[in-house]
């Protein structure tokens, strides 16, 4: 078996003790009312057993044989050990004391405080609720009766009688037995408990409303003789303050009107004077500043009219450079047009001489050869001055491009232009001429070749 959570009954010494009391629950739902018998006690609590199980935490009543009575909780339910009915329950106090009547006591006993008769009578008459109250009043009555339970359990204890059925013992009163006694505790006192209970009520009620009543309506007289003379107070003193801050305010505006008008007089006189002093300090500032904006202007008129100097002798050199230039440009046209002319009478001369060289060379053979192999040295011929003409081209093309390449490459890109047009017009007028003496060679060559055909013709007649 486990034994007891009692963490809170250990704050004090225990003692083993077996004492009857009278426990009582006060939750509504239950009607639990039994004597007990402790087991252990302290001045926190006690664990006692009983015939029915209470949940943690459930408030109840303890009350003694001598008639003390004290409020308490359940902290702890287990069944009884072994061998054994009932169960072991676990109650603290809710003020801890002396509520055992223990003569003799431990030292830590002494020092809680003991609970009074007046405590008693104040928490009689601060029972919380209806349904406390009331079995507080049974458990008073019947208190009496069971005393005189207990005393007769102890006889028969003491007398050792013979067993019943029921078992009856100091610490265990059979359901049945305890049934019984409550059926006739209900009949013989529910009737006269309730009657007194209702009495007592409606006297307390009424009682205590008279009383309420004379309260409040004594407080209500005091709160409005009170309140009356709080008014008066609060109407003098705000008539007094109202004057008394009406005045206030008349010295304070005409006070601060002398202290602005004396400000204001102060503040034109300053302002005149500090108007005076900005406007002489701002003339010498425009009249500095006139002066080095002239000086500027001079110094500026100076260097534009040196810049400008400067930039007329520069046009007059380029225009003296650009004249030679033009000079040098008719110069080198002039130059390059006699050589071409010398070039081409020498290269037309040259051709001339060959062509009349092999003229005279085809001329002969022709006299020999028949006019299948004079027209077949005609087409060579033909082949030949066109090579010829093609090598003549080439090289006066290429002479051409070197001299103009290396005559004008000190005169830049427009001389060159004007170089490369002049080669053209010459190699097209050369081409030409080449043309039309190949031609007339061509021709001249034709008439040759047929006046020759028709002469060995005749001859081959004859």
């Known amino acids: 078996m486990h034994a007891p959570n009692l963490p809170d009954l250990r704050r004090s010494s225990r003692l083993p003790l077996a004492l009857p009391i009278l426990v009582t629950s006060l939750q509504p739902e239950s009607d639990f009312s039994e004597v007990c018998e402790t087991l252990v006690v302290n001045?926190?609590?006690?664990?006692?057993?009983?015939?029915?199980?209470?949940?943690p935490g459930a408030p109840v009543q303890f009350q003694s044989k001598e008639g003390r009575w004290t409020m308490a909780h359940i902290v702890d339910c287990q069944p009884m050990d072994s061998g054994q009915q009932g169960w072991k329950l676990g109650a603290m106090l809710d003020e801890p004391a002396n509520f055992w009547g223990l003569e003799r006591c431990p030292e830590d006993w002494a020092r809680l405080p003991e609970v009074s008769s007046s405590t008693a009578q104040k928490r009689v008459r601060n029972a919380p609720p209806a349904n406390g109250e009331l079995k507080a009043i049974v458990g008073e009555l019947v208190a009496p009766l069971q005393a005189e339970v207990v005393k007769l359990r102890q006889k028969l204890a003491q007398a050792q009688p013979k067993r019943s059925q029921f078992d009856i013992s100091l610490t265990?009163?059979?359901?049945?037995?305890?049934?019984?006694?409550?059926?006739?505790l209900r009949e013989d006192l529910g009737t006269q408990v309730l009657q007194q209970t209702r009495q007592q009520a409606e006297e307390v009620f009424a009682a205590a409303k008279e009383e309420i009543g004379k309260k409040i309506r004594e407080a209500q007289n005091q709160f409005r003789e009170h309140l009356g003379q709080e008014l008066q107070m609060v109407e003098q003193r705000a008539q007094g303050l109202s004057s008394q801050i009406a005045d206030e305010v008349q010295q304070h505006v005409n006070s601060g009107a002398e202290r602005f008008q004396q400000q204001a007089l102060e503040a034109g006189i300053r302002l005149e004077r500090r108007s005076e002093e900005f406007l002489r300090t701002l003339q010498q500032r425009l009249g500095e500043e006139h002066d080095s904006y002239r000086q500027e202007m001079r110094e500026v008129h100076v260097e534009v009219a040196s810049?400008?100097?400067?930039?007329?002798?520069?046009?007059?050199?380029?225009?003296s450079r650009v004249t030679k230039l033009d000079e040098s440009a008719r110069r080198l046209e002039s130059d390059l047009d006699a050589r071409l002319v010398r070039m081409s009478s020498d290269i037309i001369s040259g051709a001339r001489k060959q062509l009349e060289s092999a003229l005279d060379v085809v001329l002969k053979e022709l006299g020999t050869r028949n006019a299948r192999e004079l027209e077949k040295q005609l087409d060579e011929a033909c082949a030949r001055l066109k090579s010829t003409q093609k090598g003549i081209e080439t090289s006066v093309s290429e002479l051409l491009k070197t001299e103009v390449a290396g005559t004008l490459l000190s005169f830049g890109q427009t001389m060159e232009d004007l170089a490369q047009d002049s080669v053209g017009r010459w190699r097209h007028a050369l081409g030409k001429d080449l043309n039309s003496v190949a031609k007339i060679l061509g021709g001249q060559f034709r008439l040759e070749a047929a006046s020759g055909s028709n002469g060995n013709q005749e001859s081959s007649e004859e």
């Open 172 to 184: 265990h009163i059979p359901p049945e037995v305890e049934e019984k006694l409550w059926i006739r």
């Open 43 to 55: 001045a926190h609590g006690c664990a006692i057993r009983s015939s029915m199980k209470l949940e």
């Open 307 to 319: 810049e400008a100097t400067r930039l007329h002798a520069q046009t007059a050199d380029l225009a």
